[in-house]
C-alpha cells in the first residue's frame, strides 16, 4: 500500500492529468414519450397561446375536459370564452364555429365522434368547404373539424364509420388521418394555422398509445406540411399504404413477414386529401408490388382512389401483379365481438393479401 502511494506522488502532475482525463459512461438522453391524446392536447394549448383568435367548442369539452380528456386543462387555463360547451346540436355549433371562421375567428370544433358530423354535413360541406371558391377567394374560412374517426369497440353500426373516403371525396377540404402522437402534434398544428378548412380524423382507439417524440417535435414551431406521406418502413418486396391505427397493423405484419424473407415497405400517408402520390409511386417503382390498407368500407375507398391513380400513373408499368385492398367488410358494423373482429382487417388478413400479391 505505502508502494503504491509512493509511486503515485512520484508521478505527480501526469498522474493527476490522467485520473482528469478518465471519462464516465454516457448513456443517451431517454427519449421523450407521450400519447396521442397528449399530443393534440399539447398541439391545441401551444396554438391557443400563439394565436388569440383560436377557440375550441364542442360537447363536453371544457369542463368535462373532453370525453377523451383531449382537451384536459385547457378550461381552466384558458376559461369559457375560448373553451366552449355546447349543447348537443352539431348542426348549431358546427354552424357556428363556419360563422366564426368566417369573421376572423380560427375555430376548432370538436365533434365527439365523427359519426355525428352527419349531423352537420351541410355545414361542413356546403357552408365551409365550397364558400371559398364560391366568393372568388374574397372569403376564407379557417376552421378545422376534429374528433375520433372510424371503428372503436362495441359501439356498433352507428358509431364506427370511417369518413376518410367521405371527405376526402369533397373540394376545398383538407382531409388528414394521423398515426403517432408526432403526426397528431403536427398536422394539428398545420391544420389550425391552415386558411382552409381541415376535417382532422382522430382514432378512439390510438388515444392511449404512447410513441417516441423526436427533439424537433417537441418544438412550439413544429408543424407536418400536408400532402406529405411518410415512410415508416423501408422494403424492398412489397408496398403496403395505410393510415391511422392500420400503420400498426402493417408494421406488425411486416415484421412477421420478414421472418419469412419478405421484406415490406409501409407507408404512413398521414395526409388523405392533398395524397402523397409521388411517395406511393415511388415506392412502388421500387418494390412492385401494391397493398393498400384501410379500416372503411371498400367501394370507392382511399384504397381504391390509391389504385386509380398508380394505373394511370407512370408506377403501372412497374408493377408485377394487380394491387390488392385490404378493406373493413361491405356490411354495417356488427355489435358482437367475434363478428366485429372479422369486419375489421387484422395483421393475419394483411399477411395473407401481401402472399397473395407475391404469389407466395
Known sequence: ??????????SGKNAVSALGQRGFHKSAPAAVQMMVRDAL??????????DERVFLLGEEVAQYDGAYKVSRGLWKKYGDKRIIDTPIT??????????????GLRPICEFMTFNFSMQAIDQVINSAAKTYYMSAGLQSVPIVFRGPNGASAGVAAQHSQCFAAWYGHCPGLKVVSPWSAEDAKGLLKSAIRDNNPVVFLENELMYGVPFEMSEESQSKDFTIPFGKAK??????????????RYVSHCLDAAAVLAKEGIDCEVINLRSIRPLDVECIETSVMKTNHLVTVEGGWPQFGVGAEICARVMEGPAFNFLDSPATRVTGVDIPMPYAKILEDNSLPQIKDIIFSVKKTLNV
Open 1 to 10: 500500500m505505502a508502494a503504491s502511494v509512493r509511486c503515485f506522488l512520484r
Open 41 to 50: 392536447n399539447q398541439a391545441m394549448d401551444e396554438e391557443l397561446e400563439r
Open 90 to 103: 352539431e348542426m348549431g355549433f358546427a354552424g357556428i364555429a363556419v360563422g366564426a371562421a368566417f369573421a
Open 231 to 244: 415512410v415508416e418502413r423501408q422494403g424492398t418486396s412489397i408496398t403496403l399504404v395505410t393510415h391511422s
